[in-house]
């Protein structure tokens, strides 16, 4: 996981500390209102482009676009550390670079040259901030309460992935949960029992229920049996059985790439004191 500065304009300062904790006594001024297009940029650019392959191709098309402009010089810098970044990456490894509408865009193109673009896994919004608008002071266009995290992978077949589930919102909880047994408190959902295709032992009467011609049960007489054993199923006032699904056996919502729930100031401030701890 990266944290670039985003080419936005402001001042990034880097305070160097001793191995011993104790401070250098020099704060230095890392980035000067961010980037511009000097030396140092141009010779980060034509190490890049000498290298050849996909990541010059691309680097000179943005130079041919955008010209020797404060974006070229960031992104002239940036694709030297991307390329160091995907070189010593295992080969399950992933790479998530935080970014914002700035250069998002660029980079993205810059990482499809990179790891190639079938390596693409996911642009991740997280929001940032609630509302926010500048309308006072002139803005003509919508709040900008967003910022970007591009997901790629080393390989284009395996990586490591941890599964993460969040909770279901309430109101998803009241609309498709709305049944609660009364004995346990327990809440479920009806699904459906039925299917198109037969699939076995699916043809059959339950409990006086027979199924319109060309409907068939989803499950073998056995498991709807074990269901009824089990008091895991709903009938409806014509005699249907339907299968319940209980809430707490749910695992949640599998992480969906709009994530909502993390607090920008408090986090950004915890993983920043634990990276200066642990470097």
Avoid at 10 to 15: A, M, T
Avoid at 130 to 146: E, F, L, M, N, T
Wanted: hydrophobic share 30%; aromatic share 14%.
């Amino acid at each position: 996981y990266l944290d670039p500065p985003f080419n936005s304009k402001q001042v990034y300062n880097v305070i160097f500390q001793e191995k011993n904790g104790t401070g250098a006594g020099a704060q230095i001024k890392a980035f000067d209102d961010t980037w511009h297009w000097d030396h140092s940029a141009a010779l980060a650019y034509q190490e890049v482009v000498e290298a050849g392959g996909q990541t010059s191709i691309v680097l000179q098309a943005f130079r041919s676009f955008i010209g020797e402009t404060d974006m070229m010089a960031y992104l002239s810098m940036m694709a030297p550390r991307l390329i160091e970044l995907f070189r010593v990456l295992k080969e399950y490894g992933s790479l998530y670079l935080h970014c914002d509408s700035t250069a998002s865009h660029y980079l993205k193109i810059l990482l499809d040259a990179i790891f190639s673009r079938n390596r693409f896994r996911s642009e991740i919004i997280w929001k940032r901030s609630s509302a926010h608008s500048d309308v006072k002071q002139g803005a003509k266009q919508p709040g900008r309460i967003h910022d970007t995290i591009l997901f790629y992978t080393k390989s284009d077949k395996e990586w490591r992935w941890n599964p993460v589930f969040t909770k279901y919102d309430d109101d998803y909880v009241a609309s498709n949960y709305r049944y609660v047994e009364e004995e346990n408190g327990r809440r479920y959902k009806s699904t459906d029992l039925t299917a198109a295709k037969p699939g076995g032992d699916t043809s059959y009467e339950w409990k006086g229920y027979k199924l319109q011609s060309g409907r068939y049960w989803a499950y073998s007489k056995e498991n709807m049996e074990k269901f009824e054993k089990e008091n895991r199923l709903h009938y409806s006032s014509s005699g249907l059985p339907r299968l319940k699904q209980y809430l707490d056996e749910m695992p949640g919502i599998h992480l969906q790439d709009l994530w909502t729930d993390i607090s920008p100031r408090s986090e950004e401030r915890r993983v920043g004191k634990e990276c200066t701890i642990q470097c």
